[in-house]
């Protein structure tokens, strides 16, 4: 018994083949007008399905993450800013770092794009299949203290290992709490060369100790961090300056 498009479709829906559903109708009309035979249109129709699967789970990944924005390397404007350390960022692009279970520390001032490096690093492990989560420093600190009042600790503790990357932006661009030294030491000392991290933070490595408020912490934490961490410096022009400085160039001439 032949079905017709309309039960055809059904059929796929009962199967959770919406990917063939959305490209049903195209195919058979490519086999109406002779484009392709049975075997091309089928094949067409398993790679729809295929790729539909792969977007959604692609976009399952990216929403799991914690990614506020898509970032693009192939955005950045390296002419910019020459003195960025593009050979050291494009390496760490391959993303050899990962598999390494090594990690990342970008220091320098505000607006050089040290984030924006960072969320694209972390979506491109995204696409190629890495658990990746990402948290601003103020933001982690607070998942803590809050999965500690509901006594889900553990739980939010064994999110954060399961990481492949854990990608922890902006550390000290807030004032952290007093706890937030132990708090980070757990952290890094628990994916110590297991898993990789990124962190990126305005304020030089021999300030931390000043701003954690605890030196006889920091010390271990950032002996872990530094054993097998590449430490890039962030140095050059300020990208907001040059964005507030075009938006204020478009006023006056607007005027």
Known sequence: MTMS?????RALRS?????????????????A??????????SGLVQDELDRRRSRLLERRFS??????????NDFDWGYNPRLPRRDILELATLKFIDAHEGALFIGPPGLGKSHVAK???QLAVSRGYKVLYREAHQL???????RELGELRKYR????????????????RKLPTTAGDELADVIMSRYEKHSMIITSNRPVDDWGKLLGDVVVVTPLLDRLMHHAHLLKFEGKSWRLKEAANRLAKQKKSV
């Not at 199967?15 to 086999?31: F, K, P």
């Not at 007008?33 to 089928?42: P, T």
């Not at 600190?141 to 999965?147: G, K, N, R």
Request: hydrophobic share 50%.
């Open 120 to 122: 694209a690093l972390a």
């Open 15 to 31: 199967l959770r083949l919406s990917g063939m559903i959305a490209t049903l109708e195209t195919r058979a009309l490519q086999v």
């Open 64 to 73: 799991q993450s914690g990614l506020p924005e898509r970032k693009d390397l």
């Open 158 to 173: 064994q999110q954060l290992n399961n990481a492949e990357l854990l990608v922890i932006d902006d550390l000290f661009l």
């Open 141 to 147: 600190i607070d998942d803590i203290h809050e999965a």
């Open 5 to 9: 498009l309309p039960e055809l479709e």
């Open 33 to 42: 007008h002779h484009d392709m035979d049975f075997i091309e249109a089928f």
